[in-house]
């Protein structure tokens, strides 16, 4: 078509030739970029990273002197109760013929030894609440891993499962490893001074391994209670119900202790796979209550009045130094966080459960 001097000429595309083209990519102009990590190694970047985060809180809140001397008084004191086993279990030389009314089963002793460490593991496996109250609780320029998910490569409810897993090697580490290195002490003094022990080495191995699986399922289990208390009712209102139910029903003898604590049922039948099932278990529930966790734990935000003033008025008896504005400062922080309802709840609970049992009984 020739329109007054204009050429006007049409061509199929497959006519063309682009392979001469230049491309039209963006560039790095030279500079390597990072690409975000993806799968396992975006867990175990952050794994790492949460190792070195709890180094960090653990100088902040203790010297590093009190840090390593802490496992060192750990080992030495559990080396001399190894050595005091043997009056304890009767096996000594000082006999008595009332010698077994005045000692302990081995079964009464795995179970002196396994239930404190399920109350305190089930005390530290509340990391659902880690990230809420670390923004609330935030000051300076120092933040938390939880309580920016944002920032990670991994969700928030993948961070939290890897902190499930970082607290569970981290309590081993500091206190199941220098308890078993006391007992080997303990049975390497065997023999000296006329120093005598009853316990053996291949007992060293399940008591490690059942006392980490016991660990395991306390933190599992207060992280599921956590996640749920999270998501609000009904499990606000019929959790703390199943517990006291639970307590009373073990503290009248319904329910059997030595089983429901997986460590201290596999112990005593000395079963590797209880301690493989316990342990899959463990990180079953850790993982499922992990799951629970929204994406998006937003700080619900109450307006209030001004409460440091009430507060500041009211701790007259404290004087007009430093100690009455920063006790002031922590009564404010305790109404706004809302940890009276959880303190309530912490205590109501084992009060409701003695009162069961006295009913009960």
Known sequence: MNMAGTVIESRLWTEE????????????????????????????????VMFLEEARKSVEFAKKRQMVLFPLLLTLVTAISTIGLQFLVGDSTAQTSDIDN???TWQELRFAL???MFMFSLGMGTFAFMGRDAIVRRTGTKNYLLAAPALQPLPNSMAHFA???????????????PIIAGMALGILLDG???????????????????????????????????????RGRPFTVFGPVVVVVMG???????????????????????????????????????????LLILDDFDVSVVERGDL????????????????????????????????????TVSYAIPLLVLLGMAWLV
Do not use: C
């Open 308 to 343: 440091l003033t009430p507060v500041y008025r009211r701790l007259g008896f404290l004087g007009r130094g430093d100690i009455r504005l920063i006790v002031s400062k922590e009564f404010v922080d305790l109404f706004r966080s809302g940890a009276i309802k959880k303190m």
């Open 102 to 104: 005045k000692t302990f």
């Open 17 to 48: 030739d682009f392979s001469d083209a230049a491309s039209l990519r963006t560039s790095a102009h030279g500079v390597v970029l990072n690409e975000p990590l993806r799968g396992w190694a975006s867990f175990s970047a952050t794994f790492r």
């Open 248 to 290: 009373v029903g073990i503290g009248v003898g319904a329910l059997p202790l030595d089983v429901l604590l997986w460590g201290l049922a596999a112990q005593s039948t000395q079963s590797g796979m209880a301690i493989l099932l316990g342990m899959l278990l463990s990180l079953g529930i850790g993982l499922g209550a992990s």
């Open 192 to 230: 000296f001074a006329g120093i005598r022990t009853p316990l053996l080495w291949s007992s060293l191995p399940w008591t490690w391994l059942a006392m980490a699986t016991t660990l395991g399922q306390g933190l599992a289990l207060s992280f599921l209670a956590s996640s749920l208390w999270l």
């Open 163 to 177: 902190y499930f897993v970082k607290d569970l090697l981290f309590y081993v580490l500091l206190i199941l490893t």
């Open 114 to 116: 396994h239930l404190p």
